[in-house]
């Protein structure tokens, strides 16, 4: 009997329960249409409460792995630009050693000196010179004593002292520093002498009438066997002129070619040539332009002599 009744009851409640379900898939529009709109609500600002509360505490653990991968990323950018960086510096190091190497060739080239380059290593004074540098041959390179050394501008100094694998070269600007130097386009010679000053020489000129202008020229007289000076190397520019044309003593002031404050390739002219190379290391100047002759009616004009007007002699004036 019980089981009976039992049987239409869920027979009952199946019936209820398809009948509502039927209602409310048509249109929407059942009795737990509302009900659901109701609770979809109340469940929906549920959700966007926690979304909102939560959502920062969920949301670490990814933060964290995200920060760590940036740290990283950030680690291996900042590897590598600092390896360009060096990459970039050493190409600017190679290019100015290649620059000054080729002038270098250039220089020895012109002049036909035999050279063995070589770099250099340390800037410091030794025992009675002030102004030296260390270079990185000797005598296993078959440097010796008294060989002159040049840059690609021209004359830097003198061997001073050799050892195995190193030597010491006292610079022009020392001084204690002497050589025997012409002007270039003449042959007036005269003494150089260096000054302590890294942008000064000084030369006497052993005739007082010689006449000597300002951007004029010097280069190495030469001596005995090319040591410790060979001849035609080019050493600097007149800037100035002490005295005048008569004066026991003139002495012009020189203006180094080579910049003895930034030296890294030299050559130790191992071999002079055979003949004085003369001008011809020297670079090539630009040409000045020729002045404008005088129209014959400006006021600057010449004025003619007939044949009959005497012309002065040297004498005379």
């Known amino acids: ?5 039992a049987r239409v009851v869920i027979a009952i409640l199946v019936v209820i329960t398809l009948t509502f379900a039927i209602l409310d898939l048509r249109g929407g529009k059942g009795p737990f249409a509302t009900f659901r709109s109701v609770v979809g609500t109340a469940l929906g600002g549920v959700e966007r409460a926690g979304a909102t509360i939560f959502s920062p505490v969920l949301g670490i653990g990814s933060w964290w792995g995200t920060w760590g991968d940036q740290r990283e990323a950030i680690a291996a950018l900042q590897a590598e630009n600092s390896a360009l960086r060096g990459l970039v510096r050493r190409a600017a190091e190679d290019r100015a050693r290649a620059d000054a ?3 270098l060739l250039n220089v020895a080239g012109a002049g036909r000196y035999r050279i063995v380059p070589a770099e250099v290593i340390a800037v410091a004074p030794e025992q009675e010179f002030s102004w030296t540098v260390t270079i990185d041959i000797g005598t296993q ?3 010796e004593r008294d060989m002159s050394v040049i840059n690609g501008d021209g004359l830097v100094g003198r061997v001073a002292a050799v050892h195995r694998t190193s030597s010491t070269v006292v610079l022009i600007v020392d001084p204690s ?3 025997g130097a012409r002007i270039a386009g003449s042959e007036e010679v005269g ?3 260096g000054t302590g000053d890294v942008n000064s020489l000084e030369f ?3 005739n007082p009438l010689a006449d000597v202008k300002q951007g004029e020229a010097l280069v190495t007289f030469g001596s005995k066997n090319g040591k410790p000076y060979a001849p035609g190397i080019p050493i600097g520019e007149v800037t100035s002129v002490r005295g005048t044309a008569g004066q026991l003593t003139r002495v012009a002031a020189i203006a180094p070619f080579a910049d003895l404050t930034a030296l890294t390739i030299v050559g130790v002219v191992v071999r002079p040539p055979r003949t004085d190379p003369r001008d011809s290391v020297l670079p090539a100047r630009p040409e000045t332009a020729p ?3 005088p129209s014959p009616t400006s006021s600057t004009a010449v004025p003619t002599l007939s044949p009959a007007t005497p012309v002065p002699s040297p004498e005379a004036s």
Request: glycine content about 4%; proline content about 4%; aromatic content about 4%.
């Open 101 to 103: 190497l080729d002038a």
């Open 291 to 293: 002045s404008p002759t």
């Open 141 to 143: 390179d078959g440097i």
């Open 1 to 5: 009997m019980f089981q009976r009744r």
């Open 191 to 193: 003494i150089l002498s």
């Open 204 to 206: 006497q000129m052993l």
């Open 177 to 179: 520093v002497s050589v």
